[in-house]
């Protein structure tokens, strides 16, 4: 049976998109049939994270206003036949999308995949609030930063209120995801916690993305980390990710402060004075 997951938020940048992106390949590379669609319409920027900003001929807008049919939308990737896009329109406004439009889509997309991901765009206005209206799963992306975890709080509350699931009464799964953590800075008390985030949320750990340079140049080389560089912490972290959204028992580690040498400890000392 097909899940609708929503990648969501309260704040912008804090990596819904290559979240997005990045779990649909790693269920695709463990051989789940995936699309993931770009909700951001007058945005767009799934496409660029994939690599496919130069062959999107329609779009999400399209197919929901019946200008286009579903399979002439889809973009099947190039470097995993199992991952597919329905891009974002860069040329309308999130008023071009309908309910009614959006649940034809979806239901259309049930039939034809394993995994549908909703990139959703930030805030809590009508794009946001489409991209979770028909999902099964939340995936709550949250910096560990105070407004990005207010944030979230507020979106968790919008889960459970205005999603079909919650207002016919069944349970909706939701999962966090905590993303540029760097546990330097979490040790001097520059940034909050894990504890200190799951206490605020009090939703399940999906997964600890770290502050990594690797997920920026995947980004900018339009690749999902989890395949320009699967040996990466960040994309190990996401690869984890997808087998817990599997069903898969894979443990949780928080990412540790590296140790210094005693150069670099004398060094470091220096430095500071």
């Not at 049919?69 to 008023?95: C, E, F, H, P």
Request: hydrophobic fraction near 45%; charge should be negative.
């Amino acid at each position: 049976m097909s899940k609708v997951v929503v990648v969501t938020s309260g704040k912008g940048g804090v990596g819904k998109t290559t979240t997005s992106a990045s779990l649909g390949a790693a269920l695709a590379q463990a051989g789940q049939n995936v699309v993931v669609v770009d909700f951001d319409v007058g945005l767009r920027n799934l496409d660029l994270v994939l690599g496919a900003e130069r062959r999107v001929v329609f779009d999400l807008v399209n197919v929901v206003q019946g200008d286009a049919k579903l399979a002439q939308a889809l973009i099947k990737d190039k470097r995993v036949d199992t991952l597919s896009l329905l891009a974002a329109s860069q040329t309308r406004d999130k008023d071009a999308l309908t309910e009614e439009g959006v649940k034809s889509v979806i239901d259309e997309l049930r039939t034809k995949f394993d995994w549908i991901i909703c990139d959703s765009p930030a805030g809590i206005e009508k794009g946001a609030m489409l991209a979770m209206r028909f999902a099964d799963v939340a995936v709550v992306v949250t910096n560990p930063e105070v407004s990005s975890v207010r944030d979230s709080d507020r979106i968790i509350g919008m889960l459970d209120s205005k999603t079909v699931r919650a207002e016919n009464g069944e349970t909706f799964e939701k999962h966090l995801m905590l993303t540029r953590y760097n546990p330097a800075r979490a040790a001097k008390g520059e940034m909050l916690g894990v504890d200190d985030v799951l206490e605020i949320l009090a939703i399940p750990l999906l997964g600890i993305v770290p502050e990594s340079p690797d997920v920026l140049n995947a980004s900018n080389l339009g690749c999902p980390v989890t395949l320009h560089n699967p040996a990466s912490t960040a994309a190990k972290a996401y690869a984890d990710a997808a087998k817990r959204l599997l069903g898969e028992t894979v443990e949780i580690t928080t990412p540790a402060l590296e140790k210094q040498g005693l150069l670099g400890r004398l060094f470091g000392r220096k430095a500071v004075a």
